[in-house]
């Protein structure tokens, strides 16, 4: 299986801030990676595919890049509803997928 | 709009049996792949099974195989995961969730539904 991992576990941001989430993968997997939300409670909510193409009706503070085994989720200007977890997850081996840890952005 | 909705979870013993369903509304049900997800309490995503928009392929991650089966009614919008031989690590909300590739499935999830619970505990 593909290992993905996410760095930081955790972080605290202040309304405004810049942030920014790395995701690595075990082994080349182009740009087969997506991003999720998830909010206490709730269920999942895609941000970004394709490592970096915004699906419909997300805000465009939320941008994602790379390609290969590293990748990066921005969060260009944090907002009081993106407090949340965030995970990575590759769909290169789609058959066997698997998610990063995840990434807990709370409150500064 | 898209809607998918889980039902069937519940407290049941190791060993014993559950079946999940998801009832879909506001796509075309049978030309998309749909897959099971599910969180063990406070803790990340884990995926579970896929299956093809025709029921043709299904797919099973290692820790569920020869254990869970995933099915579908197209005729019935519904998707569902039978469970059994379960076990207490099987704790989990289990989501339903819609692959966003039409006639195919490309292992992303576009919808999901709002999950269901199932607590496996003697």
């Known amino acids: 299986d593909i290992q993905m991992t996410q760095s930081p576990s955790s972080l605290s941001a202040s309304v405004g801030d810049r942030v920014t989430i790395t995701c690595r993968a075990s082994?080349?997997?182009?740009?087969?990676l997506n991003w999720f939300q998830q909010k206490p409670g709730k269920a999942p909510k895609l941000l970004i595919f394709?490592?970096?193409r915004l699906q419909n009706g997300v805000p465009s503070r939320f941008s994602g890049s790379g390609s290969g085994t590293d990748f990066s989720l921005t969060i260009s200007s944090l907002q009081p509803e993106d407090f949340a977890t965030y995970y990575c997850?590759?769909?290169?081996?789609?058959?066997?997928?698997?998610f990063g840890p995840g990434t807990k952005v709370d409150i500064k | 709009q898209v809607q998918l909705v889980e039902s069937g979870g519940g407290v049941v013993q190791p060993g014993r049996s559950l079946r999940l369903s998801c009832a879909a509304s506001?796509?075309?049900?049978?030309?998309?792949?749909m897959h099971w997800v599910r969180q063990a309490p406070g803790k990340g995503l884990e995926w579970v099974a896929v299956?093809?928009?025709?029921?043709?392929?299904?797919y099973y991650a290692d820790s569920v195989k020869g254990r869970f089966t995933i099915s579908r009614d197209n005729s019935k919008d519904t998707l569902y995961l039978q469970m059994n031989s379960l076990r207490t690590e099987d704790t989990a909300v289990y989501y339903c969730?819609?692959?966003?590739?039409?006639?195919?499935?490309?292992?992303?999830?576009?919808?999901w539904g709002q999950g269901t619970l199932v607590t496996v505990s003697s």
């Open positions: 394709d490592a970096s």
């Open positions: 969730a819609k692959d966003p590739r039409w006639l195919q499935f490309e292992g992303s999830f576009d919808y």
């Open positions: 082994q080349s997997i182009s740009s087969y």
């Open positions: 506001g796509f075309t049900f049978s030309s998309y792949g």
């Open positions: 997850q590759q769909n290169y081996d789609s058959l066997s997928i698997t």
């Open positions: 299956i093809s928009h025709d029921e043709s392929k299904e």
